[in-house]
């Protein structure tokens, strides 16, 4: 098991059931409302299946189910154990019947081969991302379908100064400098890939950013 499994595994999955209830400290308000962004360019309506890569413990289960009602269906993705079990634990204690947790790493994962069908969006909030992950998680879209993704992306000009309270904190939750950069990528990838691309970083020191897109009906390549 590599460091950042580790850590995901045994050490930060009772910090993430904590994120809901620690919405007073500025930068975890702007992490919420950036994550509540995301999911809000995907345009749910009642019955629609969402993919969530990276589900981590279970933090937007509830805002999507809010949007797709019980006829809607969720697949949450994530590779560890420790936060599956508290996102199996919010989906008991709620009684939803329409989430399946799936335990894989997402640079094997093969969502559209392994799930069958495709999907009407894909979030992934803070989640794992690489090149291959992103065009995966585009190819499991059905035309029309909306993809959010959200995450850290550099801090520039006077607004370094705050790399103290956001890159450095973040650090212990796995995010590294080449992840950090990566961003722009996969900004440049969601815009080529997809139609009505939009980018959002109002939030902290334009720290956070949501990047949301349309797959296209017909295939832009
Ligand atoms: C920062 S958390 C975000 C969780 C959730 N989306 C949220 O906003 O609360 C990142 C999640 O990505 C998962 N993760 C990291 N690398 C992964 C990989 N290669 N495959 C699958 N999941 C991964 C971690 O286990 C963790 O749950």
Known sequence: MNITKYIYNQILPKLFKLQSRSGWIPIVKDLIKTKKRAIEYLDLRAGNTVLVSSV???FELGFILQKIGTTGS???????QGMLREAQDVINKNKWNNVQLVQRDLREYQPEHELGYKVDAVLSNFGYLDDEVLVRL???LK???RIAISGPQPLTGFRKILYPITFIPEMAFGLTWKSLHDMSKYMATLRK???DVVMNENTFGKYFVVVAGQKPIIDKN
């Open 56 to 58: 981590g413990a279970g």
């Open 143 to 145: 035309p029309g379908g």
């Open 138 to 140: 585009i190819e499991v």
């Open 193 to 195: 890939e997809c139609n």
């Open 74 to 80: 969720v697949i949450g993705v994530d590779f560890a």
